[in-house]
T-cell receptor, first 114, second 115 residues
Framework: EAGVVQSPRYKIIEKKQPVAFWCNPI?????LYWYLQNLGQGPELLIR????????DSQLPKDRFSAERLKGVDSTLKIQPAELGDSAVYLC????????????FGPGTRLTVL | GENVEQHPSTLSVQEGDSAVIKCTYS??????FPWYKQELGKRPQLIID?????GEKKDQRIAVTLNKTAKHFSLHITETQPEDSAVYFC??????????????FGKGTKLSVIP
């Protein structure tokens, strides 16, 4: 069974440029998460989807971040414009359903903003 | 919201010795406590989890204990091996407000197993 797939794995951009990250969850997983992981820290939730609906986006900085999960499968996270402080690893995870269940993580996208 | 504290931040042990990592949480309603292992440059992977109706769970060399009264849980690794070297994250699943629940992670423990 294929795991959670993310692309790109690495991205280097200059500040004020836009950037987008893509995630393909495990087949059949209805719940999808985007996390931010700063160096030396644990993952922090940005947004959670149940199928195509964003049900928890309270920690997503909506002035510059946006996300979508069209058709309830793949998801895209966008930053526009990027700032120096956005440099981090962006992790996508999925689970069969919402609730206290195992979350399967992707390899992440390491973003460097210069 | 939930607050998870994890100690120590770094831990070095000799191969074959045991390692213990401790976490405390703030929300008494938390009911699910997973532990993730993250090797350098790789994805976090679940190694063991425990639910609030259980006090201890074992899986080969790994065990987790939960003390709901004290609101702390611990990861125990016995007979450590060099391949156990990684960063370990604890997490707690709890209500985060506005009708939502989420996993809150600790800051991680970097475990080094010295051959």
């Amino acid at each position: 069974e294929a795991g959670v797939v993310q692309s790109p794995r690495y991205k280097i951009i200059e500040k004020k440029q836009p950037v987008a990250f893509w995630c393909n969850p495990i087949s059949g997983h209805n719940t999808l998460y985007w996390y931010l992981q700063n160096l030396g820290q644990g993952p922090e939730l940005l947004i959670r989807y149940e199928n195509e609906e964003a049900v928890d986006d309270s920690q997503l900085p909506k002035d510059r971040f946006s996300a979508e999960r069209l058709k309830g499968v793949d998801s895209t996270l966008k930053i526009q414009p990027a700032e120096l402080g956005d440099s981090a690893v962006y992790l996508c995870a999925s689970s069969l359903r919402q609730g206290p269940n195992e979350q399967f993580f992707g390899p992440g996208t390491r973003l460097t903003v210069l | 919201g939930e607050n998870v504290e994890q100690h120590p931040s770094t831990l070095s042990v000799q191969e074959g010795d045991s390692a213990v990592i401790k976490c405390t949480y703030s929300d008494s309603a938390s009911n699910y406590f997973p532990w993730y292992k993250q090797e350098l440059g790789k994805r976090p992977q679940l190694i063991i989890d425990i639910r609030s109706n259980v006090g201890e769970k074992k899986d080969q060399r790994i065990a987790v204990t939960l003390n709901k009264t004290a609101k702390h849980f611990s990861l125990h690794i016995t007979e450590t091996q060099p391949e156990d070297s990684a960063v370990y994250f604890c997490a707690a699943y709890a209500y985060s407000g506005a009708g939502s629940y989420q996993l809150t992670f600790g800051k991680g423990t970097k475990l080094s197993v010295i051959p």
